[in-house]
């Protein structure tokens, strides 16, 4: 399986390209920053410079095309205004999904978050109500298209080694998950047809990540 990752120097995407690797299957890290090369080769992915803020769509289908499926995992990160929360985090997963379809690839896996539908709550931080409303916009975005899509929404993010165990379902209660886990879900969401057109909330739990998502198709 080739599979093309969209922020691939981040800590997901490391993750889930070692677990793509390991079983000998073809993860593609698309980066911003030729100095994240390294790092990628190291989790057994193939770097390819692309800046979702930056390139066409048509540059990124270059890419895509041939794959059989892509993940979103990219976001502005920690330290990122407003403005990069929109326009990485909702017009960069909107860039890859149009250079999918331009490619004519069916699977798309998004990395969003939960707490997407309740943006607006008056307590929410500025910054992070923007971040919010980006992955709410991408969400939206994506099940307008035809396409085969999965829309995945951790909790709070840890890096806490993973357990193997979660809880998956289209609404749970908020809680952590380890970064290792989400890997593992990603890639077993990948191995999963039936897991499409799904939304679904991600934390940590009691039930193995292959029993969490086999359980999808009942």
């Not at 995407?13 to 690797?21: C, G, K, N, V």
Request: glycine share 10%; net charge negative; hydrophobic share 45%.
């Amino acid at each position: 399986m080739r599979v093309v990752i969209a922020g691939g120097h981040g800590q997901i995407a490391l993750r889930l390209a070692r677990l793509l690797a390991d079983r000998g299957d073809t993860p593609v890290g698309l980066v911003r920053n030729e100095d994240h090369f390294g790092d990628v080769r190291a989790a057994g992915a193939e770097p390819v410079l692309r800046d979702l803020e930056e390139a066409t769509d048509a540059e990124v289908a270059e890419v895509v095309a041939g794959a059989d499926a892509v993940v979103f995992a990219a976001g502005a990160g920690p330290g990122s205004g407003v403005t990069r929360k929109d326009t990485m985090d909702r017009a960069g997963a909107a860039l890859l999904a149009d250079a999918v379809q331009h490619a004519r690839v069916r699977r798309y896996l998004l990395v969003s978050s939960m707490g997407a539908d309740r943006a607006d709550r008056p307590d929410t931080d500025p910054v992070f109500a923007a971040y919010l409303r980006a992955k709410a916009a991408s969400e939206e975005d994506l099940r307008r298209r035809d396409l085969d899509w999965t829309i995945l929404r951790p909790g709070r993010l840890t890096n806490e080694a993973g357990t193997g165990r979660v809880r998956l379902a289209g609404s749970v209660p908020a809680g952590a998950v380890p970064r290792d886990d989400v890997a593992a879900v990603l890639l077993a969401l990948l191995d999963r047809p039936e897991s499409r057109n799904l939304t679904l909330e991600l934390v940590g739990g009691d039930t193995p990540v292959d029993e969490a998502v086999t359980r999808l198709a009942a």
